[in-house]
Structures are given as C-alpha cells and as structure tokens.
C-alpha cells in the first residue's frame, strides 16, 4: 500500500464527486445572482423613492397643520373667561328663581283657563 497513491486516488474520486454534483459552477453562479439582485435592489430604491418623498411631505404637512390646531386651542382656552365659584353658584340661584317663576306663572294661567272653560 503506498499512501501517495491512496492520496492521489482520493483527491481524484473527490474531484470527481465535486464535478457531479455541480459545485465548480456554484461561484459563478452565485456571482450573476449577487449582480441581479443588486441591480434590482437599486431598481427597487429608485421606484420607492418618490412615494416616500410624497410621505414625507404629507406628515410634514400634518404636523404642521396639528401644531396650528393646538396654538389656536391654546389661544382660545387663554381667551375663555373662566367663571369663579360664587358666580356659578349665583348663576344656578338664578336659574332656580326662573323656573319657580315660570311654574307659578303656569299655575296662575292653568287656573284662569280653567274659570273661563266653566
């Protein structure tokens, strides 16, 4: 048994193997997928690339348009005269003397009718 010639009976049976199975020409092909999918990719970026301007512009656009919502909600609330607690109370002491007025006024014209129906 000489090794050299094992060694070299090896390689040639690896090589052979390496041959069927198509692995010399992966390299290459694995290089003409690479360049496709690059130019594609750049293709890709091109496309997208004016839908997200437009994108960018809109939500500039809103932000801007939110922000003058709210310094003008701000500018109003500034401007609302906010009533103390005695004023609130009074207003509703108002309202109540309004609305037994009302009643009595009611009471006083239902009563007359009803002399006048007899």
């Not at 049976?13 to 003409?32: D, G, M, Y």
């Not at 999918?37 to 839908?51: D, E, F, R, Y």
Request: charged share 15%; hydrophobic share 45%.
């Amino acid at each position: 048994m000489d090794i050299n010639q094992i060694a070299k009976e090896m390689g040639e049976l690896f090589r052979q193997q390496i041959a069927s199975s198509s692995l010399e020409s992966s390299p290459t092909h694995l290089r003409n997928s690479l360049a496709e999918m690059t130019a594609l990719s750049g293709q890709i970026a091109n496309s997208v690339k004016p839908a997200t301007l437009e994108y960018k512009a809109l939500a500039d656009s809103i932000a801007a348009g939110v922000t003058k919502l709210m310094a003008a909600s701000a500018q109003l609330q500034s401007q609302q005269v906010q009533p103390s607690e005695p004023e609130k109370s009074g207003a509703w002491l108002l309202l109540g003397l309004l609305m037994l007025v009302m009643l009595l006024v009611g009471l006083v014209v239902g009563m007359s009718s009803e002399r006048f129906v007899r």
